[in-house]
Protein backbone atom coordinates (compact mmCIF):
# COMPACT_ATOMS: atom_id res chain seq x y z
CA UNK A 1 0.00 0.00 0.00
CA UNK A 2 1.14 2.91 -0.42
CA UNK A 3 1.81 6.28 1.21
CA UNK A 4 -0.70 8.30 -0.75
CA UNK A 5 -3.67 5.54 -0.14
CA UNK A 6 -3.05 5.57 3.59
CA UNK A 7 -5.72 7.00 5.31
CA UNK A 8 -5.15 9.82 7.29
CA UNK A 9 -4.50 9.67 11.30
CA UNK A 10 -7.28 10.81 13.62
CA UNK A 11 -6.61 13.90 15.39
CA UNK A 12 -7.20 14.00 19.10
CA UNK A 13 -10.14 15.62 20.12
CA UNK A 14 -9.96 19.27 21.21
CA UNK A 15 -10.21 19.78 25.04
CA UNK A 16 -10.90 22.70 27.23
CA UNK A 17 -7.45 21.93 28.20
CA UNK A 18 -5.81 23.07 24.80
CA UNK A 19 -5.77 26.62 25.32
CA UNK A 20 -3.16 25.99 27.83
CA UNK A 21 -4.33 28.44 30.44
CA UNK A 22 -1.19 28.96 32.79
CA UNK A 23 -2.90 30.59 35.48
CA UNK A 24 -1.93 29.02 38.68
CA UNK A 25 1.61 28.65 37.61
CA UNK A 26 1.42 32.31 36.92
CA UNK A 27 0.51 32.74 40.25
CA UNK A 28 3.00 30.49 42.09
CA UNK A 29 5.54 32.75 40.02
CA UNK A 30 3.96 36.13 41.57
CA UNK A 31 3.44 35.52 44.97
CA UNK A 32 4.99 38.07 47.17
CA UNK A 33 6.60 39.88 43.97
CA UNK A 34 3.30 41.85 43.64
CA UNK A 35 -0.12 42.52 45.22
CA UNK A 36 -2.02 39.54 44.45
CA UNK A 37 -4.76 39.56 46.48
CA UNK A 38 -5.98 35.47 45.34
CA UNK A 39 -6.88 32.87 42.95
CA UNK A 40 -9.82 31.63 41.88
CA UNK A 41 -10.14 28.59 40.09
CA UNK A 42 -13.79 28.92 39.20
CA UNK A 43 -14.36 27.48 35.61
CA UNK A 44 -14.09 28.25 32.44
CA UNK A 45 -11.93 30.93 32.99
CA UNK A 46 -9.71 30.74 37.00
CA UNK A 47 -8.24 34.26 37.01
CA UNK A 48 -5.70 36.00 39.66
CA UNK A 49 -7.20 38.86 41.77
CA UNK A 50 -4.42 41.59 41.60
CA UNK A 51 -4.91 44.78 43.66
CA UNK A 52 -5.40 48.05 40.82
CA UNK A 53 -2.05 49.66 42.41
CA UNK A 54 0.37 46.61 41.58
CA UNK A 55 -1.64 45.97 37.53
CA UNK A 56 0.93 47.96 35.17
CA UNK A 57 4.02 46.59 37.13
CA UNK A 58 2.63 43.03 36.83
CA UNK A 59 1.46 43.28 33.58
CA UNK A 60 5.28 44.80 32.41
CA UNK A 61 6.09 41.89 34.23
CA UNK A 62 4.16 39.36 32.38
CA UNK A 63 5.07 40.76 29.25
CA UNK A 64 8.71 41.32 29.89
CA UNK A 65 9.53 37.64 31.74
CA UNK A 66 11.34 34.92 28.88
CA UNK A 67 9.13 32.34 30.73
CA UNK A 68 5.80 34.29 30.47
CA UNK A 69 6.24 36.30 27.51
CA UNK A 70 2.22 37.55 27.65
CA UNK A 71 2.56 39.81 24.14
CA UNK A 72 -1.03 40.00 23.92
CA UNK A 73 -3.78 41.46 25.45
CA UNK A 74 -6.65 39.29 24.00
CA UNK A 75 -9.68 41.47 25.75
CA UNK A 76 -10.59 43.73 28.36
CA UNK A 77 -14.04 42.92 30.31
CA UNK A 78 -15.95 44.98 32.86
CA UNK A 79 -18.84 43.54 35.11
CA UNK A 80 -20.66 45.10 37.82
CA UNK A 81 -20.82 42.39 40.53
CA UNK A 82 -23.17 45.02 42.56
CA UNK A 83 -21.43 46.69 45.85
CA UNK A 84 -18.58 46.58 43.07
CA UNK A 85 -17.21 46.83 39.57
CA UNK A 86 -14.32 44.21 38.19
CA UNK A 87 -12.04 44.51 35.33
CA UNK A 88 -10.87 41.47 33.39
CA UNK A 89 -7.69 40.97 31.44
CA UNK A 90 -7.29 37.98 29.36
CA UNK A 91 -3.26 37.95 27.71
CA UNK A 92 -1.83 35.66 25.38
CA UNK A 93 1.73 34.94 24.53
CA UNK A 94 1.99 33.97 21.02
CA UNK A 95 5.64 32.46 21.20
CA UNK A 96 4.69 30.16 24.31
CA UNK A 97 1.12 29.62 23.07
CA UNK A 98 -0.33 30.40 26.76
CA UNK A 99 -2.82 32.29 28.52
CA UNK A 100 -3.79 33.84 31.78
CA UNK A 101 -6.67 35.44 33.56
CA UNK A 102 -6.48 38.83 35.40
CA UNK A 103 -9.03 40.46 37.20
CA UNK A 104 -9.37 43.84 39.13
CA UNK A 105 -12.22 44.41 41.55
CA UNK A 106 -12.48 48.48 42.42
CA UNK A 107 -15.48 50.56 44.64
CA UNK A 108 -18.49 51.86 42.56
CA UNK A 109 -17.67 55.02 44.09
CA UNK A 110 -14.02 55.20 43.15
CA UNK A 111 -13.32 53.05 39.89
CA UNK A 112 -10.06 54.03 38.76
CA UNK A 113 -7.40 51.35 37.51
CA UNK A 114 -4.11 52.07 36.03
CA UNK A 115 -4.63 52.36 31.81
CA UNK A 116 -2.49 49.29 29.86
CA UNK A 117 -2.36 51.54 26.25
CA UNK A 118 1.53 52.27 26.72
CA UNK A 119 2.03 48.21 27.15
CA UNK A 120 -0.78 46.91 24.51
CA UNK A 121 -2.37 49.38 22.13
CA UNK A 122 -5.39 46.86 21.53
CA UNK A 123 -6.37 48.13 25.20
CA UNK A 124 -7.14 51.66 24.17
CA UNK A 125 -10.36 50.91 22.59
CA UNK A 126 -11.15 47.89 25.18
CA UNK A 127 -10.84 50.44 27.70
CA UNK A 128 -12.79 53.05 26.48
CA UNK A 129 -15.76 50.92 25.92
CA UNK A 130 -15.79 49.62 29.44
CA UNK A 131 -15.62 53.41 30.56
CA UNK A 132 -18.51 54.01 28.32
CA UNK A 133 -20.42 51.25 29.96
CA UNK A 134 -19.61 50.78 33.00
CA UNK A 135 -17.73 53.92 34.26
CA UNK A 136 -14.21 52.47 35.29
CA UNK A 137 -11.54 55.10 34.55
CA UNK A 138 -8.46 53.88 33.49
CA UNK A 139 -6.08 56.99 34.54
CA UNK A 140 -3.00 58.05 31.98
CA UNK A 141 -5.61 56.67 29.34
CA UNK A 142 -4.61 59.03 25.93
CA UNK A 143 -8.16 59.41 24.66
CA UNK A 144 -11.16 59.09 27.42
CA UNK A 145 -13.98 59.96 25.76
CA UNK A 146 -16.73 57.89 24.76
CA UNK A 147 -16.75 55.41 22.38
CA UNK A 148 -20.60 53.44 21.93
CA UNK A 149 -22.64 56.44 23.12
CA UNK A 150 -22.82 60.20 22.72
CA UNK A 151 -20.24 62.26 24.46
CA UNK A 152 -23.48 63.98 26.75
CA UNK A 153 -24.86 60.31 27.33
CA UNK A 154 -26.02 60.56 31.37
CA UNK A 155 -24.72 57.09 33.24
CA UNK A 156 -23.29 53.98 32.36
CA UNK A 157 -26.01 51.43 30.97
CA UNK A 158 -24.08 48.30 31.71
CA UNK A 159 -24.45 48.96 35.68
CA UNK A 160 -27.22 47.47 37.63
CA UNK A 161 -28.13 50.25 39.09
CA UNK A 162 -28.79 52.16 35.78
CA UNK A 163 -32.33 53.72 34.65
CA UNK A 164 -32.58 53.60 31.16
CA UNK A 165 -33.58 57.65 30.06
CA UNK A 166 -37.58 57.69 28.93
CA UNK A 167 -38.55 57.79 25.39
CA UNK A 168 -39.04 61.04 25.21
CA UNK A 169 -36.25 62.28 27.28
CA UNK A 170 -34.09 60.35 24.45
CA UNK A 171 -36.27 62.27 21.36
CA UNK A 172 -35.91 65.20 23.14
CA UNK A 173 -31.75 65.18 22.79
CA UNK A 174 -32.18 63.92 19.17
CA UNK A 175 -31.53 59.91 19.82
Known sequence: ???????????????????????????????????????????????????????????????????????????VSGLDQGDKLGVVYHLFSMTKRHFVVLKVEVSKDSPTVPSLTGLWPAADWLERETYDLLGVVFEGHPDPRRILLPEDWEGHPLRKDYEMPEHEELREKGY
Open 1 to 75: MSDESKPEEPKPPVSNNSMNFRTEEVYQSIQGWADVIQLSDTKPDSHILVEAGSLRDLCIHLRDDPDWQFNVLHC
